[in-house]
């Protein structure tokens, strides 16, 4: 019989170019069997495939997520405003009272400015940084993700030498490569993007050290270029003034999306006194950028992290993931290394360079009721309760048993 997830695929693929129907980071062909491709609904914590199997969703849609799916207050808050009008011929008042609400919580922004994906808030800090100093060079990390505009993209099918010519790279957390990376360029440096942590799809993740950032905040200062910190992917869930704050390192300009407006298509630029007569010059625009919606939902989600205590929530539920994903390891006699902030949570199993018990392990969550990628960093939610994160257990129980099955067995390595 051909499943709803199996019809849609083949539906797809037949008026899509892609294999599967998809293309980009959802796609599912490159995972295990048995992974949906096609979704139904979410709420709080759990999301329904079309087929109508449930998880506990660690994936958080890729970060959106991060007060769970369908809040109350956000929903009410962009439902209300949606009676209102979304895409008019100019914002609102969410969007003035949001760039405010941003200015008052990033540690040292003094002015915000908005659009819809995370590519697009990276690329408008490479062009802020360039107008303001008239440099080309923008560096950045080796294997970093900063979204898929031509000078980012991961793969280099349809882009030219030219689209990338502007980017040097450095090694995370070595800032000899960074003073490498400057000489290279003679100076020509005009900022230095960097995410708060390395959180490379297919690695483990590593967090920064101090003397990393605080020296990229020296060498910055001293060259006269902008430290960019990339907080798509991390922010608003390591600290809600800048994910660098605790180390007492501020941004000259911050890429903000996904977490922001938990789950409606939002992202944000903001940045110092200094780079704003440079971010007047730029141009930059798009036709849905000033949709009074997401951004009343953006007010509402921060709201909520603020008022709720959201960042130690995130971080005690990562916690107590962790915490029950070591014990179980090593119930079953192995060994995994658990890596990045407990709000982002991700394990691989020692020595298994191909992957192959993590596979096997995420398709044994997966058919057992829990939601998580293999080659990507996992996210946290408020909807997350003990009893979420204790039923999220319960599946990868059954899951670490079949990888001990199968290392017993010599099929997935010793
Ligand atoms: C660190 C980082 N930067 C930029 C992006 C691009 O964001 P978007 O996919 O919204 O364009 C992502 C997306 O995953 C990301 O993780």
């Known amino acids: 019989m051909t499943t709803p997830n199996a019809a849609l695929s083949s539906r797809a693929a037949a008026v899509m170019p892609w294999k599967n129907g998809l293309y980009g980071h959802m796609t599912t062909a490159s995972l295990p069997s048995g992974y949906p491709q096609f979704y139904e609904r979410g709420e709080a914590a759990r999301v329904w495939d079309v087929d109508g199997n449930s998880y506990v969703d660690l994936m958080c849609s890729w970060g959106p ?15 209300a405003q949606q009676a209102l009008g979304d895409v008019l011929n100019g914002p609102g008042r969410p969007m003035v009272e949001l760039a405010e609400l941003l200015t008052d919580t990033v540690g040292g922004a003094d002015w915000a400015m908005f659009a819809k994906n995370g590519t697009d808030a990276t690329t408008i800090c490479t062009m802020v940084a360039r107008a303001a100093t008239g440099r080309s060079a923008i560096l950045v990390a080796e294997g970093a993700y900063h979204g898929s505009a031509p000078w980012c993209t991961p793969r280099l099918d349809g882009t030219i030498a ?42 483990d993740q590593e967090l920064v050290t101090a003397e990393f950032a605080r020296g990229l905040r020296a060498i910055c200062d001293r060259l006269g270029a902008a430290l960019i910190i990339d907080e798509v992917r991390a922010g608003f869930r390591l600290n809600l003034g800048g994910s660098w704050d605790d180390l007492g390192v501020a941004a000259d300009l ?45 007010l509402a989600t921060l709201k909520v992290l603020r008022e709720e205590d959201g960042i130690a929530r995130l971080r005690s539920a990562g916690q107590r993931l962790r915490d029950g994903f070591a014990a179980q390891a090593e119930a079953h006699g192995l060994s995994i290394n658990q890596t990045g902030p407990p709000q982002m949570p991700y394990f691989t199993f020692e020595g298994d360079t191909e992957r192959r018990r993590l596979r096997l392990f995420a398709q044994q969550a997966l058919a057992n009721g829990l939601f998580l990628h293999p080659g990507h960093n996992w996210f946290l ?3 997350h309760t003990d009893a979420e994160i204790d039923r999220a257990l319960e599946a990868s129980e059954p899951a670490f048993a079949a990888v001990r099955d199968q290392v017993e067995a010599g099929a997935v390595g010793a």
């Open 254 to 298: 911050s890429a903000w999306g996904k977490a922001m407006a938990n789950g409606y298509a939002l992202s944000a630029v903001t940045g110092t006194a200094s780079l704003r007569e440079a971010a007047t010059r730029i141009y930059v625009t798009g036709s849905y950028w000033y949709g009074n919606v997401a951004m009343a939902a953006a």
């Open 162 to 203: 030219e689209d990338r010519g502007g980017v040097e790279r450095y090694v995370f957390n070595d800032l000899a490569s960074v003073e490498a990376a400057v000489q290279r360029r003679d100076g020509d440096v005009a900022g230095i993007l960097v995410s708060p942590f390395k959180h490379d799809a297919g690695h």
């Open 381 to 383: 939610s408020l909807a």
């Open 65 to 79: 997520i991060v007060l769970g799916h369908h809040h109350p207050d956000v929903d009410a808050a962009a439902g």
